[in-house]
């Protein structure tokens, strides 16, 4: 995969044990492909052996296209992806002849002309390490959303970045204590990507629209924002003439961000086809752009009931792609589980991420270097259906009982009943005006309650929340949140399985700014109408997308047979799990093993799910 990796040290260290240390962490990211190629860079002119500070950068590569790295007059910079508005850039540099520069050297030229607030104008997917020679300076950024991952860590005696977390972790010897509230909020509510440091106290996660600045001499640290935006709170009703209005115009704004997008790949190009509007969304204007490019489209399907082939497969008659099925069983997962999970970083918290990977698998395999994939549609537009309540909320605070009457009626639109969404709305209220976290874990979980050991967990429990909620009132507050908050994380796990095959993963729904700045331009009401979800994306992709699929009322997500998977995967689990060692003592296995053949049943999907994720962070934890 493509890693990028500064290494400073704060005491005096010969420059080949420097050099040694970058080299070690390159290969850790390189993950042995054939393919990688690395790339190492100390740079003596900036230090003299009496300095008491020795900086080491580098990069590699499983992509045949490009490490990126630019350098002038001692500057450095080092960079991962790509920049969608290029050709903006050099005419706001006044390069006109610049359009076969790489784009490291365009952004370094930004950088040196407008210093760090250029990252705001540097849409795309991206993260970059920048040294400023001069002041002895080093930068830390990642994109706007979130695409690409970038991580740091700061002790007394090292200051390191590196794509990847587990790489900090082997060269920083001082760095390698847990996060036992964050492993047991994973283990309990099955979190993922809440709290940044990701399991480690002192690896953190550069959020997206941020930046870290380093000072080497003073080894001071500022983390700061480059970028945010607002969006419409409005809750007038529904108006027709501005829905078509709105409509059209993201019609415009898609079909530009998927022309970008096309204009930078070459070659044949994968796409996950699930059946869903997001994925279809893409394929289906992308080959109305551009008829004549070739895509493979990919459908991960399993040994029960083929999942989403059924759906996937109208997709592809309408575009008329190659189309591959990639079959998934319970075997693979418990095959694929301790190499993913080491890949990773972090531990697989269902089994969505290993059929992700297999899905990598065989595109790399097929020969496909580059990923179409419609993350982040369902956090713009409103896909999930935890948003339905909430904007029936919004409407009956509104006044508006006629029409919250009929979104309640029409909810089988989005494949929710009335019942269920009255159930949803009164456990959302319980939960926040009602249960306290530990309560509601004593109540609705009690088995994995008891599963965890009683000290560690109390300590979760009077420990504050990592991230402050945002207080939702109307519908794009709580897709604000997931935007911004909590699509990097997901996008993370997507990213990585690609990038771990030189497989480059690209994310047009979650990569534009200007994109995502028009969308949340829009009221709320456009999100969800009529009973259906992402009802701006499902009128905009209108001759488009075949309508059996836009008028969908299904919504599976990322399907696979979890049910059944568990089902499966019991005896190998209880087996593995009594031999392996849980050195935090978050788990109270005593208790786990004398009730297991109890609680792990068809009936209890809860505990099922549970004792999958002990599963899985025991075999990441053993393999640091």
């Avoid at 493979?296 to 008659?317: F, I, L, M, P, Q």
Wanted: with cysteine.
């Amino acid at each position: 995969m493509n890693g990028l990796l500064a290494v400073c040290k704060q005491k005096e260290i010969p420059f080949s044990d420097m050099k040694g240390l970058l080299d070690r962490g390159l290969d850790m990211m390189s993950h042995s492909r054939a393919r990688a190629r690395t790339f190492v860079l100390l740079n003596k002119k900036l230090q003299k052996e009496k300095d008491s500070v020795r900086l080491a950068l580098g990069a590699c590569s499983s992509f045949n296209h490009y490490s990126n790295m630019a350098s002038e007059d001692g500057d450095i910079l080092i960079f991962e992806g790509r920049l969608l508005n290029k050709p903006n850039l050099l005419k706001y540099l006044s390069l006109n002849d610049g359009n076969n520069a790489p784009d490291a050297e365009v952004v370094l030229q930004l950088i040196k002309e407008r210093g760090v607030y250029c990252f705001s104008l540097m849409h795309g997917f991206w993260s970059l390490i920048y040294l400023d020679a001069k002041n002895k300076t080093l930068y830390g950024a990642r994109d706007h959303f979130g695409n690409r991952p970038l991580w740091f860590c700061h002790t007394p005696s090292h200051f390191a970045m590196a794509s990847e977390s587990r790489t900090l972790f082997s060269l920083c010897d001082d760095a390698r204590t847990i996060d036992r509230n964050t492993v047991i909020d994973f283990l309990l509510w099955g979190n993922i990507g809440v709290r940044d440091q990701y399991f480690f106290n002192d690896i953190h996660s550069i959020e997206p629209s941020h930046y870290v600045k380093y000072e080497m001499e003073t080894h001071r640290l500022k983390v700061e924002r480059y970028y945010s935006f607002s969006y419409n709170r409005n809750t007038s009703p529904f108006n027709e003439t501005y829905a078509i209005h709105y409509n059209n115009i993201l019609c415009e704004k898609i079909t530009d961000t998927v022309e970008k997008h096309l204009s930078l790949l070459s070659g044949t190009l994968a796409a996950g086809v699930s059946g869903g509007m997001d994925s279809s969304s893409l394929l289906c204007l992308s080959k109305k752009i551009n008829p004549d490019r070739n895509f493979v489209a990919y459908t991960v399907t399993d040994n029960y009931d083929g999942g989403e082939s059924v759906w996937a497969e109208k997709v592809v008659r309408h575009t008329g792609v190659e189309w591959v099925q990639v079959v998934c069983s319970a075997d693979d997962i418990i095959e694929k589980l301790e190499p993913v999970n080491r890949l990773h970083n972090t531990p697989v918290y269902n089994a969505s991420t290993l059929v992700q990977f297999r899905m990598m698998e065989e595109i790399q395999r097929q020969g496909q270097t580059v990923f179409f994939d419609g993350q982040g549609g369902d956090e713009l537009f409103g896909g999930y259906p935890s948003y339905f309540p909430l904007f029936l909320q919004s409407l009956r605070k509104n006044g508006e009982w006629k029409r919250w009457w009929r979104e309640l009626m029409r909810s089988g639109n989005s494949g929710l009943s009335a019942k269920e969404l009255l159930s949803r709305r009164f456990k959302l209220w319980a939960k926040t005006h009602y249960y306290s976290p530990k309560v509601l874990a004593q109540k609705k979980r009690k088995d994995i309650y008891e599963s965890l050991m009683p000290e560690v967990r109390d300590a979760f429990f009077e420990a504050p929340s990592p991230v402050k909620p945002i207080e939702k009132e109307v519908l794009n507050d709580a897709l604000f949140e997931s935007y911004t908050l909590f699509l990097g994380n997901i996008l993370r796990w997507g990213e990585q399985s690609a990038a771990t095959q030189g497989v480059e993963c690209v994310m047009p729904l979650s990569d534009n700014p200007e994109l995502t700045e028009w969308v949340f331009s829009a009221p709320s009401w456009l999100k969800i109408h009529d009973g259906w979800n992402k009802y701006m994306l499902r009128q905009a992709m209108a001759g488009i997308v075949p309508d059996e699929i836009r008028l969908r009322k299904q919504k599976m997500g990322f399907y696979f047979p979890e049910q059944r998977w568990l089902n499966d995967f019991k005896m190998p689990l209880i087996s593995a799990f009594q031999n392996r060692e849980d050195p935090e003592e978050c788990l109270n296995k005593k208790f786990i093993l004398a009730h297991i053949n109890r609680l792990y049943t068809p009936g209890n999907l809860l505990y099922q799910q549970f004792v999958f994720r002990c599963y899985s962070y025991l075999l990441w934890r053993n393999s640091l």
